[in-house]
């Protein structure tokens, strides 16, 4: 981690604060349903550019790029926001993109993505490019319900 200078410390996000407001999802209707991803992905090469939905947790994905490129010596990153955790989660393709992107101090991202249950709807495609990587063409995400909280019926 590249630690900035006191004179550039104002330049960090954590001190300038996000210029990007995060879009809420709208909620899901009540008939919505989607399959977990590791259930789809057990059946893969058969849904291979299908329509899928997927029900999974919205999570900030593991780091997709570091770099100290900032003029001022900070290093600034980016990260994708994927469905599901671990070593292969889903992932949007660029024309559905849900990202962050900031510095080492602060990520800032253009849609709320902390581990709350979704159903995203799209075309499941693999990465090209990358073997293994697979991700939502054309995503439509909603939010589901929580259920259960204490207090709640």
Same mark, same amino acid.
């Given at each position: 981690?590249?630690?900035?200078?006191?004179?550039?410390?104002?330049?960090?996000?954590?001190?300038?604060?996000?210029?990007?407001?995060?879009?809420?999802?709208?909620?899901?209707?009540?008939?919505?349903?989607?399959?977990?991803?590791?259930?789809?992905?057990?059946?893969?090469?058969?849904?291979?550019?299908?329509?899928?939905?997927?029900?999974?947790?919205?999570?900030?994905?593991?780091?997709?790029?570091?770099?100290?490129?900032?003029?001022?010596?900070?290093?600034?990153?980016?990260?994708?926001?994927?469905?599901?955790?671990?070593?292969?989660?889903?992932?949007?393709?660029?024309?559905? @993109? !849900?990202?962050?992107? &900031?510095?080492?101090?602060?990520?800032? %991202?253009?849609? $709320? #993505?902390? +581990?709350?249950?979704?159903?995203?709807?799209?075309?499941?495609?693999?990465?090209?490019? @990358? !073997?293994?990587?697979? &991700?939502?063409?054309?995503?439509?995400? %909603?939010?589901? $319900? #929580?259920? +259960?909280?204490?207090?709640?019926?």
């Amino acid at each position: 981690m590249v630690l900035a200078s006191p004179r550039s410390a104002n330049e960090h996000l954590i001190n300038k604060g996000c210029t990007q407001k995060a879009v809420e999802l709208p909620p899901c209707s009540a008939d919505a349903t989607g399959e977990s991803w590791s259930t789809l992905n057990a059946k893969i090469a058969a849904l291979r550019d299908k329509t899928v939905a997927v029900r999974e947790r919205l999570v900030v994905g593991p780091l997709s790029s570091f770099s100290a490129s900032h003029p001022l010596g900070y290093s600034q990153a980016d990260r994708a926001v994927v469905l599901g955790e671990g070593d292969n989660p889903l992932r949007f393709w660029s024309d559905s @993109a !849900f990202s962050c992107a &900031g510095d080492e101090s602060r990520l800032c %991202c253009n849609t $709320p #993505a902390f +581990g709350q249950t979704v159903i995203a709807t799209g075309v499941l495609k693999e990465d090209e490019g @990358a !073997f293994g990587l697979w &991700g939502l063409k054309d995503a439509k995400v %909603c939010t589901v $319900p #929580a259920r +259960g909280r204490r207090g709640s019926r």
